[in-house]
């Protein structure tokens, strides 16, 4: 069925960096806006990163910009997102989720089981 | 940015009961609501979306309401199953703000 799966997470140094993947399967990567949403133990959701069909365009949250990037490999039906400079604010587990079809405004309407991120020293 | 305060934080109902949650967008988003149910150890699952609109296999019992700024979701008749914590969302433009989120619970 249409999926997404998350994967590299782990504990990590503060200070240090870690890229997690998103592997998408069954319908048309390509045409699709891509996103991480995170959320640390015991708290809310948080928007963190998104991306363009092509990768032509990002959005970041404040509390990552400079520090994380977004990409994909449309040819590999992969999502990533490289984390650096991490701090313990980070530690959380990330959630990759599809979102809008090529020209449409859609929620998120596929999430993987997400990937998880300690950051610890 | 755009500020989404959703209330109640938390609610615990009898399981029949019919219970309303609310999110209120401090600027008008066009509609681009959206309401996302996430049981204990699982994946946010999308209920409704903008605002009104109930994704294709969530039971009927699950309802939206909209207005420019102002936004509703009802549960009727609660369930067991119904258990969890409900996050509304815009997501017209970045930042995708969440809400706070509302923990459910069956008395």
């Known amino acids: 069925q249409v999926q997404v799966m998350e994967s590299g997470g782990g504990v990590v140094q503060p200070g240090t960096s870690l890229r997690v993947s998103c592997s998408a399967s069954?319908?048309?990567?390509?045409?699709?806006?891509m996103h991480w949403v995170r959320q640390a133990p015991g708290k809310g959701l948080e928007w963190v990163a998104s991306?363009?069909?092509?990768?032509?365009?990002?959005d970041y949250t404040d509390s990552v910009k400079g520090r994380f990037t977004v990409s994909r490999d449309n040819s590999k039906d992969t999502l990533f997102l490289q984390m650096n400079y991490l701090t313990s604010e980070d530690t959380a587990l990330y959630y990759c989720?599809?979102?809008?079809?090529?020209?449409?405004?859609?929620?998120?309407?596929?999430w993987g089981q997400g990937t998880r991120v300690t950051v610890s020293a | 940015d755009i500020q989404l305060t959703q209330s109640p934080s938390s609610l615990s109902a009898s399981v029949g009961d019919t219970v309303t949650i609310t999110c209120r967008a401090s600027?008008?988003?066009?509609?681009?609501l959206a309401w996302y149910q996430q049981k204990p150890g699982n994946a946010p699952k999308l209920l409704i979306y903008?605002?009104?609109y109930l994704k294709s296999g969530v039971p009927p019992r699950f309802s939206g309401r909209r207005s420019e700024t102002d936004f509703t979701l009802t549960i009727s008749s609660l369930q067991p199953e119904d258990v969890g914590t409900y996050y509304c969302?815009?997501?017209?433009?970045?930042?995708?703000?969440f809400g706070q989120g509302t923990k459910l619970e069956i008395k």
């Open positions: 600027q008008g988003i066009d509609g681009y």
């Open positions: 903008a605002g009104s």
């Open positions: 969302q815009r997501y017209n433009i970045a930042p995708f703000t």
């Open positions: 069954r319908f048309p990567f390509r045409n699709y806006v």
């Open positions: 989720a599809r979102g809008s079809y090529s020209g449409a405004t859609e929620a998120f309407d596929i």
């Open positions: 991306i363009l069909y092509d990768g032509s365009s990002q």
